[in-house]
């Protein structure tokens, strides 16, 4: 009895993967090419926000020292 439950377990598993595997096989997917021309065309029209690029002013940026160290 308890070969049919685990072997029941085992077609009810493989059934769900099946479905799943259907599922994402019938995903419509962005070509690589289209979304690298995005996704540049997105940062040449931010790029005068970002602050990888631009910098931060040191009077703005949070994580600066706000004394300096000095040794005696």
């Known amino acids: 009895m308890e070969g049919k439950v685990c ?3 085992n077609v ?3 059934r769900k993967a099946v479905e799943q595997l259907r599922v994402e096989a019938n995903i419509e ?4 090419s289209v979304a690298a021309a995005q ?3 997105y940062c040449q029209e931010h790029i005068r926000s ?5 910098g931060i002013a ?3 940026n ?5 004394k ?3 040794l005696i």
């Open 7 to 9: 072997s029941g377990n």
């Open 12 to 14: 009810l598993q493989a």
């Open 29 to 32: 997917r962005v070509k690589i």
């Open 39 to 41: 996704l540049v065309q």
């Open 50 to 54: 970002d602050p990888l690029i631009t």
């Open 58 to 60: 040191t009077s703005a």
């Open 62 to 66: 949070p994580f600066k020292d706000k």
């Open 68 to 70: 300096s160290c000095v």
